[in-house]
Structures are given as structure tokens and as C-alpha cells.
């Protein structure tokens, strides 16, 4: 079993052990088969930026404690480092209510955010399953979709809490889902293998906007017969 979270005084447990796979997917977003290979690939991706930040403060002469020492944290392990950040990425918690349910404080909990999403992204990076940002040419689009057969193009929206600036809101606003939102454009296969992720749009902003944004007429990824 997979343990998620800390415990309150009195043994009351906040979220309680992961069970199964259904578990595992909605409190993470990842099978449970597949945890322990990205676990292995964000602790040494881990490893290499303590690594890189230990030399870099040695050289600025800022740093002369061995990587490992001084006090340990409420993450104390690369495993509750991984559950944390997936868990936040999954299920978009606030500060207030990731620090409450983690056992720190709301600024603490974002700058363990902050600081592990850059190694959450090298350890997907170092696996081969980020998807691409941009086809610069049609070579590279070819390249990227030569083994897939068919290809879906569609927007995904995520919600986002409610901007105070009013300018914010309506530029936010989705008239489809009645809510604020953020959109990105997402090639995948049936299987669910993302290709592309596209860049982050507004809520208000209609897909195919976005799409001709992400690949205008004037792109070379378009100047052949092999639609894009």
C-alpha cells in the first residue's frame, strides 16, 4: 500500500492509505503499475539537482554542508515528495488545504510545488513520455506521429479559481462549462498517448481559435499536402 498524507495529533489520519489501482488514479492521476517506474526516474532526477545545487553553491561559495544534511522535512523521502506533488497536480487542492492535509504552512506547501515540479518534469523528460511543445517543421510533425494511425485532435479545460479582477473573469469565463477555466489544445492517440500539448489559452477562447493560433497558415508544418 501506498501511504498518502501525514496523520493530526491523536493518530486521525488525513487521507488514508492508497488501496487499489481506482485509488491510486484519483488521488494521483497515475496507474499503479506504472508508480514505481516514475518514482524511480524523479529520485534520480532528485539526486542530479541536489547534485547541481550543491556544486553550484560550492563554486558560489555559498554552500558547504554535504547534500542530505541539516534538518529533514515533512517530505522526507523521495516517495512522499512524488505522492505530494501528484497529488496536488491530480486533485488541485489550494495552499490552505495541501499544507493542512501535509502537516506544513500554505507558503510552504507552494514552495515544495515550485520546487519539485521542474524535477516531476526532467523525470518524465528522462523517460520519453513528455509530450512535444511545438513542430517547428513537418519532418519533425512526421517524426513524432510516424507509428500512429489515428490521430485526435481536441481541447482539454481545467478549472481555475475565480480571478478578482473582473477584466480576469470574463477573459476567464467558459460559456461551456459555466465556470473559469484554462484550455490547452492536446494531440493523442486513442490510447490516450498524448503527442502535443499546445500552449495555455483562456477559458473564453473558442478550440479551433486556438488551434489555427498553434499552427497558423503561414506554418511551415502546413505548406505540404500532409494535413497537420
Not at 503527442?195 to 488551434?211: A, I, R
Request: charged share 30%.
Amino acid at each position: 500500500m501506498v501511504h498518502l498524507g501525514k496523520t493530526l495529533p491523536g493518530d486521525c489520519q488525513v487521507i488514508p492509505e492508497i488501496r487499489d489501482d481506482r485509488q491510486m488514479r484519483a488521488l494521483t492521476g497515475v496507474p499503479a503499475e506504472k508508480f514505481s517506474t516514475l518514482e524511480a526516474a524523479f529520485a534520480l532526477a532528485l539526486e542530479d539537482e541536489k547534485e547541481r545545487a550543491y556544486q553550484e553553491g560550492l563554486a558560489t561559495g555559498k554552500r558547504q554542508r554535504k547534500p542530505g544534511g541539516g534538518q529533514k522535512g515533512k517530505l522526507a523521502s523521495e516517495h512522499d515528495k512524488l505522492i505530494f506533488l501528484l497529488y496536488y497536480l491530480k486533485v488541485y487542492p489550494t495552499f490552505d488545504v495541501l499544507g493542512a492535509q501535509f502537516g506544513m504552512s500554505r507558503s510552504k506547501a507552494c514552495e515544495n510545488v515550485h520546487a519539485l515540479r521542474p524535477i516531476l518534469y526532467k523525470a518524465l523528460e528522462n523517460l520519453g513520455v513528455m509530450p512535444d511543445r511545438e513542430f517547428k517543421m513537418v519532418e519533425e510533425f512526421r517524426a513524432a506521429c510516424a507509428w500512429i494511425d489515428d490521430l485526435l485532435i481536441d481541447a482539454t479545460e481545467r478549472p481555475h479559481s475565480r480571478p478578482i479582477d473582473e477584466a480576469q473573469q470574463k477573459d476567464l469565463y467558459s460559456g461551456k462549462k459555466k465556470r473559469h477555466t484554462l484550455k490547452n489544445t492536446i494531440m493523442s492517440t486513442v490510447t490516450k498517448w498524448i503527442v502535443f500539448l499546445g500552449g495555455t489559452f483562456s477559458g473564453h477562447e473558442h478550440d479551433y481559435t486556438m488551434l489555427k493560433t498553434e499552427f497558423p497558415p503561414e506554418h511551415p508544418c502546413l505548406k505540404t499536402s500532409m494535413p497537420c
